[in-house]
């Protein structure tokens, strides 16, 4: 579970903490998209509302096809969005439709893992094994903020850093469908 929110926290935070260098690099930061508005404040907005809805959505579909499925989907619908922002980040309004996609994928970490933690491990340490996990977001954080930045400075673009994102959460689907289903079955069957 722990690699499984390091990874998916990654390219969910590349989104967020980048949105702004991501948009200077493709001239998103400027120019009227709607309104009188530019990309980059139009996917800050779209953000938002993801960031309110995700929670909910992501916990209703977790309660009827199960947790562990519910953390594959999620996780694998942000690294198709990821996946497109290779491809379309240049265009304003698929950049802020992918990178509000990408925060409502991410978003489902906040209630999955809260509950699968308590499931696993009961409520008795509840509060401890939670914030245990919830270092996995500090360590995601690093690699997401300064290491992200670190290597676009290197490689002059986003794509490479949008490919690890990619990976990160694909990685954190397969995980999600593959390997926890299984595991917490045979954990909890003792």
């Not at 309104?35 to 907005?45: F, K």
């Not at 489902?108 to 893992?113: D, E, R």
């Not at 245990?132 to 986003?158: C, D, H, L, N, P």
Request: hydrophobic letters at 55%.
């Amino acid at each position: 579970m722990y690699l499984s929110s390091v990874l998916m926290t990654f390219g969910g935070l590349v989104v967020t903490a980048q949105l702004k260098p991501i948009a200077a690099a493709y001239g998103l930061d400027k120019g009227v998209v709607i309104l009188g508005v530019n990309a980059l404040a139009l996917a800050l907005m779209l953000n938002l509302i993801s960031t309110g809805t995700t929670r909910p959505f992501w916990g209703w579909l977790s309660d009827h096809i199960g947790r562990y499925n519910t953390m594959g989907l999620a996780f694998g619908v942000g690294a198709l969005a990821i996946l497109a922002l290779v491809e379309l980040v240049h265009h304003p309004i698929w950049f802020m439709l992918l990178s509000g996609l990408t925060v409502f994928a991410w978003g489902a970490t906040f209630v999955l893992f809260s509950a699968a933690i308590g499931h696993v491990f009961g409520s008795e340490y509840a509060a401890t094994n939670n914030g245990i996990v919830y270092t996995s977001k500090g360590v995601a954080s690093i690699f997401s903020g300064w290491g992200a930045a670190r290597f676009q400075e290197m490689t002059g673009s986003w794509i490479p850093v949008f490919w690890v994102a990619f990976a990160c959460n694909l990685v954190a689907a397969l995980l999600g469908f593959l390997c926890l289903t299984p595991l917490v079955a045979g954990m909890t069957e003792r």
